[in-house]
């Protein structure tokens, strides 16, 4: 197997673990979006999908990559945009992006210890100290960008964030589209308010 190939395959399975263990967050994932002020968000009509979303020598869409497209796509004619012919007939492009990071988190706080002890006689003590804890976890992001296809510009970009889990895959095209849901409910419209 090329290295291209073997990279492509360890990408594709980071990809579905982040996007399956999204679903899974321990709390849900933070949400949050930014936008390019005085952009008419409701004069788009049509988009497509980048062409850099599949990595190069490539030869077939991960699932995870088809669930993402077919979620985002919902969530666009929701709003009443259609899918482009072709990015050279679209308003916007539509791009996505996953990844993981590994944390560690520290806490501290005070505590207290006493106790007895033994030896030539029992004595009785207590202090006050400091306990400090470590974690480790996995935080995994989607970043979802739209891009005005006329100016190359990147107009909106909405991210999810969240603290990883393990968990079972259940159902990964509802998994995938309930995260894509939650970013697309701060996409900046006026249009019948968001049908």
Known sequence: MNILKMNYLRNAMLCLATLVLFASCASKPKIHSVHESGVDFDSYETYAFLDSLTPEGQEYQSLVGKYLKESISTELKAVGMTEASSADAADVLIGFNIS?????????????????????????GAGYGTETRISQYTEGTLNIDVVDAAQKQLVWEGVAVGRLKESEIKDLRTDVSTVVNMIFAEYPLNKAEKK
């Open 100 to 124: 993981t990071k590994e944390k560690i988190q520290s806490t501290s706080s005070p505590s207290m210890y006493y106790g007895y002890r033994g030896g030539y006689g029992y004595t009785w």
